[in-house]
């Protein structure tokens, strides 16, 4: 139900809001990893964070794993900002998430997006069971040091046609959104 055209798609809409979202800066240093679509990576020991895109014709799952360690740390909280590295990031998830959104709302009209969640990262080990039309793996590599790794997970009722070019969307940040 979800054609090369649209996978292709699909990956480039991610990576263009990965870039305007998750780098803190442009001049940081970034580069998108796609794991082979073989399945032989092992999964993170990293708790997940998920967030759900859903369309009448899809459910898209954005999974997000980043490693609590110094290096993700400093890059993505504030100084004495007081909060854990998944309280923080998740904001982060949520603004990737929202500009995939956003962009994808261009083809597909009624879109919803959940709210971050965290689940055990064994919950990775039952996306099979979901039986996706399409999954694929990412790396998120900033400077030296930060990753974030992302699975997409898209699983369709319906034909989904995404064009090889989503219409690229002004990203912003910081504002809020009301349904």
């Known amino acids: 139900m979800l054609s090369d055209q649209s996978r292709q798609g699909l990956a480039s809409a991610f990576e263009r809001a990965a870039r305007t979202t998750i780098v803190r800066s442009q001049d940081d240093a970034c580069q998108i ?5 073989d399945g032989t990576a092992a999964f993170s020991a990293d708790p997940l964070l998920v967030i759900t895109i859903s369309s009448f014709a899809f459910r ?3 999974l997000f794993q980043v490693a609590d360690n110094a290096a993700n ?4 909280l504030p100084p004495g900002g007081g909060c854990t590295l998944q309280e923080g990031f ?3 998830a949520n603004l990737c998430s929202g500009a995939l959104s956003r962009e994808m709302s261009a083809v597909f009209p009624h879109l919803a997006m959940s709210i ?3 689940l055990s990262p064994q919950c990775m080990d039952s ?3 979901l039986k996706p039309d399409y999954t694929s793996r990412h790396t998120v590599a ?3 040091g930060v990753q974030v790794s992302v699975t997409l997970c898209m699983c369709c009722s319906a034909p989904v046609d995404i064009p090889a070019t989503l219409a690229q969307v002004q990203t912003t940040s910081g504002e809020l959104e009301i349904f």
Not at 33 to 37: G, H, I, K, M, S
Not at 73 to 76: D, K, L, T
Request: aromatic residues 8%.
């Open 33 to 37: 990893l796609t794991e082979p679509p």
């Open 60 to 62: 898209l799952l954005t």
């Open 73 to 76: 740390r400093a890059y993505f």
């Open 90 to 92: 998740a904001e982060v």
């Open 116 to 118: 971050p969640s965290r």
């Open 127 to 129: 996306l099979a069971q």
């Open 142 to 144: 900033i400077n030296i």
